[in-house]
């Protein structure tokens, strides 16, 4: 299958090396210059499990894409969601009536600009228990134990969401038809929201936050609001389960070590968030449907402070 | 008069000292040794507008007053709220029937554990807008144009009440007699609620973080929440009044060039703060009330892990 990966960090990267390993005909797609000419001059580096290895990769700047790539069969989303948009407009050219489109962003909130370019029938939501760092330019690392969840956003595209099922576990992604699609990006957007945010505030690692006593009435108050718009839009959510995902994600030996990906973006690396797709889409559904979500709305406007104070770009 | 200061901090520290440059016979309290050593050895240097006076002060620990302190008349409580009860525990027995009290303390809800030493008909309320800083153990310096608001708690006090009012101001603190005590108590909490808070979690001054944009609507909704508990308790704060307070204490050339005292307390000194008794007080008022104040709320939890994350003592 010829899959374009748009959006070639960490995961997308990964992603793109394992579908090539399987034998499919991939092309990653990024804007960040470094990545683009590290992984056309030497090639892209995957680690998994404490062994790496490089492979070489074709990669083009998103700008590039419409003149030098046809017949793309399966394009898989993963910017960062503020960029998402130019990303579509500039590979817009390059999408056939046939070419499968399939969001994996992280957060929520997406489905509005992916169907200006996508149309329904064309168009799978998912999204990916995956983690993955960045070690520098080139060079990516996947954390075992992952799992991807994706469905048709048409009923009539069911075939095509099985097989792109198929492509992704064959390449040992893990992935799953899920009815349920919805309830997995909200039982992700949970765990998102409770670590970014505040790891991010407070810049420390995610067990160093949940190792505090007085950080659980804050995620638990995080995962009610969640809970009452997810209820609000017929998917059910159980409060014990996503506190219990919460202490596993704490864990020291796991995630727990690390820094989220927010503060990675902002505190490390002086980037805009993407609090607005984590805690703001909460906070903006709160307010469409009339249900209190202060919680989430203060750490939204918090980091967009944040952003300011440390000039991010 | 012979008056106590309990407390001898920064603020407790410059009362003193002028109370007893306008002839009082004063007495300082405090536990911490650092201060306590270094006015016994030294005397108290004290600067307002560039000029230090150095000048030998009676100062003594709090277990150390029922031995040596008699006769006091007048009390002024200046402690970190977090010490109020210990302090009046050491020094009830130097407290006689004619001794009044006037508490001082930042914040608000000190009032159930003043009473619990001091019988109504000595006890005053107050507050001020004086601002201080102590620049090393011994040496404190005041901010010139503050003020000092106080009312008697029992109508028949009138008399002590005015009768404290002219030393504080024959001292140069510009005291009056406020019959809306509970108003200028409530409003110096919303400076301290919109600024202590959030400079402390971000690690800036308060112009620094006057200077965002996306400042507004938090400090917009922690003074609402604040004027809504003020109106169930009967008293009136104006909004934009409120607004306009937060803009002037951002002045970069007054208040706005420093870190909140919060700040001090736990970025600069790793103490426990304060925050129990600004942000926190609405909190508790407002689930007592049943109004919801959720801003307060996070910002009281979030200083409480901080203070976790710091170690603070």
Redesign the interface.
Known sequence: MKIAIAGAGAMGASFGFLLAEAGHNVILIDGWDRQVEKIKSDGLTFEINGKATTKKMDIYYPHEVKHRVNDIELVILFTKAMQLDSMLSDIQDALTANTKVLCLLNGMGHEEVVARYVPKENFLLGNTLWSAALLEPGSVKLYPGGNVNLKNRDPKSKDDAIKVVDVLSEAGLSANYADEVMASIYKKLCVNAFCNG?CT??D?TIA??GN????L??VN?IISEIIAIAKFEGIALDHQEMMTSFETVCDPEKMGGHYPSMHQDLVKNGRLTEVDYINGVIAKKGQQYGI?T??NK??T??I??????LNAK
Request: charged letters at 30%.
């Open positions: 505040l505030l407070f420390v160093e936050f505090t006593k007085s950080e009435e804050v108050q209190p202060p919680y203060l750490i406007e918090m967009h402070i944040k952003e300011e104070l």
